[in-house]
């Protein structure tokens, strides 16, 4: 996947995602997660907080879409899902 560092004084690693649960469970454009640095070198990816765009929620906001490599096939059923 690909993601980029929230800022410079960011320790989170920004990752945005579509996968397979977007047609009908969660949000169809794609949903975000942040890594974790776990001091190793590696990187923690805890896809239970998997969170919604803000443009999910309010037509007036613009939300960047997951680039084609962080287009997943499987179903992700973690984290936020459809908003209603």
């Known amino acids: 996947m690909v993601g980029s560092l929230r800022g410079p004084s960011s320790r989170a690693l920004f990752i945005p995602f579509r996968d397979a649960t977007g047609r009908t469970e969660s949000y169809p ?7 974790e640095p776990d001091g190793d070198g590696r ?33 992700v059923r973690a984290g936020e899902q ?3």
């Open 29 to 35: 454009a794609g949903r975000y997660v942040e890594a």
């Open 82 to 84: 459809r908003f209603h």
């Open 43 to 75: 990187w923690i990816l805890d896809l239970n907080r998997a969170y919604n765009p803000y443009c999910a929620y309010n037509d007036a906001w613009r939300c960047p879409l997951p680039p084609v490599e962080n287009w997943l096939d499987a179903q």
